[in-house]
T-cell receptor, first 115, second 110 residues
């Protein structure tokens, strides 16, 4: 079945370490998104990409980096510059027309904890 | 003030009850999404609508563009409906980025 696979599901990191969260989709979707979820807050957009080799900053991009070398893959790196990285991270994708024309498909999420 | 407000924040119900969750927003929109997040964290899209009403099984979503308001209704609620329900809008001023509400936590007891 088509869908989005995020890995790892749980990740622990020491302060000062970079970590990379994987997001792979087999839906042939052009647009992919990374969101961060914190308790009591709505999802916030970190980065998004509407086409291979192109991506844009979202509302909270500082301390994060992404790449989009393949249509299927949109990995997120949480760098040591991110001051409060402990959160639940969700990857999503949408078809032609984006969220104005399509529902989003979400991965199962990755929970990052900084020790 | 958040651009997307949901009410109530928490809701408990007995199995079989009719449930209504409300979403109000303050910006012009191109579309509105209703999402469901289960305790494990995964999110499922329920509806995308820009006018009128949509129905899927026991779920009904309505939107009133003039009043900037949407409702999600669950008929004959069941314990498996227990989840967080999230409203998100796509603002007309930026159709790349959804704005999310903080969610309504629903618990349905047998």
């Amino acid at each position: 079945d088509g869908g989005i696979t995020q890995s790892p599901k749980y990740l622990f990191r020491k302060e000062g370490q970079n970590v990379t969260l994987s997001c792979e989709q087999n839906l042939n979707h052009d647009a992919m998104y990374w969101y961060r979820q914190d308790p009591g807050q709505g999802l916030r957009l970190i980065y998004y990409s509407q086409i291979v080799n192109d991506f844009q900053k979202g509302d909270i991009a500082e301390g994060y980096s992404v790449s989009r070398e393949k249509k299927e893959s949109f990995p997120l790196t949480v760098t040591s510059a991110q001051k409060n990285p402990t959160a639940f991270y969700l990857c999503a994708s949408s078809g032609v027309g984006g969220p104005g024309a399509n529902v989003l498909t979400f991965g199962a999420g990755s929970r990052l904890t900084v020790l | 003030k958040n651009e997307v407000e949901q009410s109530p924040q928490n809701l408990t119900a007995q199995e079989g009850e009719f449930i209504t969750i409300n979403c109000s927003y303050s910006v012009g929109i191109s579309a509105l999404h209703w999402l469901q997040q289960h305790p494990g964290g995964g999110i499922v899209s329920l509806f995308m609508l820009s006018s009128g009403k949509k129905k899927h099984g026991r779920l009904i979503a309505t939107i009133n563009i003039q009043e900037k308001h949407s409702s999600l209704h669950i008929t004959a609620s069941h314990p498996r409906d227990s989840a967080v329900y999230i409203c998100a809008v796509l603002p007309s001023y930026n159709t790349d980025k959804l704005i999310f509400g903080t969610g309504t936590r629903l618990q349905v007891f047998p």
